[in-house]
């Protein structure tokens, strides 16, 4: 059985990834390993360290961030059971890009999965991107889903 490693933040472009895996490229030989590497949000250490912030209002902000990364790994479970597949819900730590192509050299990885926002030029050299990162370091194929904002969403 080979493995197939998707990247998934649980945004509507990770969730379009998943399902274009499940339509176009998925067989019944592959284990499907749904990574979400979580990012804590709530807790900007830079702002942290000119404000003057008590432990229990940083702790009430990590403890809503973790209530929100379960959720989404509840969502991404969801998402194998509902489509039938074999496989299972991984949580990654660390830098995210780095973090998914680590997991899938572990996993020995056939193929990784991963959205992309489809930032223009400019925006994702400033910011980066994780899908850009995977596509350049990845030691296996990446299929590259690119999710097409609809007309009536607004940005």
Known sequence: MKNVLIAMDGSKQSVFAFNQYVKTLHQADKYVIAALCAEYTGVDSGVLSITQVGFDVIEGLLQED???????????????????????????????????????????ASM??????????????????????????????????KYEKRATEVP
């Open 112 to 145: 990784i999965v991963i959205g992309s926002r489809g930032f223009g030029r400019i925006r994702r050299t400033l910011m980066g991107s994780v899908s850009n990162f995977v596509v350049h370091h990845s030691p296996v194929p990446v299929a590259l889903c």
């Open 66 to 108: 973790e209530k929100r990364i379960l959720s989404t790994l509840n969502d991404i479970e969801s998402l194998l059971i509902e489509n039938q597949l074999e496989g299972e819900v991984i949580r990654l730590e660390g830098i995210p890009g780095v973090a998914i192509i680590s997991k899938a050299r572990e996993v020995n």
